[in-house]
């Protein structure tokens, strides 16, 4: 049975993806808050004692100009993937969704592993259109994560798995002074401002201030913002999100100054120390490169990453289902021609 989530059922869903393995903070309704410009809609399907058996929640958008909109549900559906009469009816639960909001396309981001192959085949089954193959960060969501998995280790076995230079960096940020805080609404300045210096170094365009500050108000105890400093200085910053039986590391930067304390290094462990005390089965470092050679501009991130000895992990990418195809071909073409006139727009700035 189809149930559309309301204020009266809520804290029945919530408290189902929290506790479900599949469960994702970006499915709650606390990352709705986050993102003001979308609508939030959450369906369940139950089993015939009430008991709930999956669910999805989904963002709706509408297209600038046009009758249409997009709806996307990152990182659902939550339920047991093996289940196929649940995702048939979460599917037609998501379909009347879209009938009723005008959605020319339906996209989904699962937590699933590419090499699930029963799943992607099961959801094409459904009608669903599966993503080619890739390398890099395509979709809004990274493809390519690390993943720590915690569950029965101790924290001198998690350290004990790091490569020995990881195991010493984290050391020697300690010895030569650098300390950690969970610092929230305190470090927001300092954390936007090594956020912009981050950005220049690297080549990147960066949040501002209000978003991470928006982000520990709407998240509440579901996210920290800690801050490593040396000598009272904000040297490195990073904010992670827990949520059911994972934490997520979600943003970092860093100072162009006094990089040779090692500060991320104790970063990443306070963060990893925090998810083994929630007892979290996974510590995700979120996106990497799917390119893995060394003259890859982005294998450094992929190098750091890798030397907590997490798996490297490739999810299948971006379902759609188009609904409208000829709404379709008219967001495509609107599309191109938006992007057309940005591009002489540039052009014609920068001849001046």
Avoid at 35 to 61: H, N, Y
Avoid at 163 to 175: D, F, H, Q, V
Avoid at 181 to 196: A, R
Avoid at 231 to 246: C, N, P, Q, S, Y
Wanted: contains cysteine; charged residues 30%.
């Amino acid at each position: 049975m189809i149930e559309i989530v309301s204020e009266k059922n809520l804290a029945q869903y919530e408290q189902f993806i929290a506790s479900h393995p599949k469960g994702h903070f970006m499915q709650s309704i606390m990352w709705a808050r986050q993102k003001p410009e979308w609508r939030w809609q959450a369906i369940m399907v139950r089993r015939d004692d009430g008991e709930i058996a999956g669910s999805c929640a989904v963002l709706i958008r509408k297209v600038p100009g046009m009758p249409f909109t997009l709806m996307y549900g990152c990182r659902g559906p939550v339920c047991d993937i093996r289940d196929k009469a649940v995702m048939a009816e979460l599917t037609e639960g998501l379909r009347k969704l879209a009938r009723e909001n005008k959605s020319y396309t339906l996209k989904l981001d699962p937590d699933v592993e590419a090499e699930d192959v029963q799943f992607w085949q099961d959801m094409q089954s459904l009608g669903y259109r599966l993503p080619p193959a890739g390398k890099n960060f395509e979709g809004i969501q990274p493809r390519f994560v690390f993943r720590l998995y915690l569950e029965g280790r101790s924290k001198d076995e998690l350290m004990a798995s790091f490569e020995s230079k990881w195991r010493y960096n984290i050391r020697l940020a300690g010895r030569k002074g650098v300390t950690v805080e969970i610092e929230n609404e305190k470090g927001l300045d300092e954390f936007s401002d090594l956020m912009l210096q981050t950005g220049v170094r690297d080549g990147f365009v960066t949040r501002k201030k209000e978003y991470f500050e928006n982000m520990l108000k709407n998240l509440g105890d579901h996210a920290r913002l800690y801050m490593a400093r040396y000598e009272g200085r904000a040297i490195a910053g990073t904010l992670a999100v827990a949520f059911g039986d994972k934490v997520w590391y979600l943003y970092g930067a860093s100072s162009n100054e006094d990089r040779n304390l090692m500060p991320n290094y104790l970063l990443q462990w306070e963060m990893i120390s925090w998810a083994q005390e929630l007892g979290a089965r996974v510590y995700d470092f979120r996106g990497v490169s799917g390119d893995l050679s060394e003259d890859n501009p982005l294998y450094g991130l992929y190098r750091f990453k890798k030397g907590f000895n997490g798996k490297f992990t490739e999810f299948g990418g971006e379902l759609e289902m188009v609904l409208r195809p000829g709404a379709a071909v008219l967001v495509k073409y609107a599309q191109k021609a938006f992007m057309s006139v940005r591009r002489l727009a540039y052009l014609a700035k920068n001849r001046k």
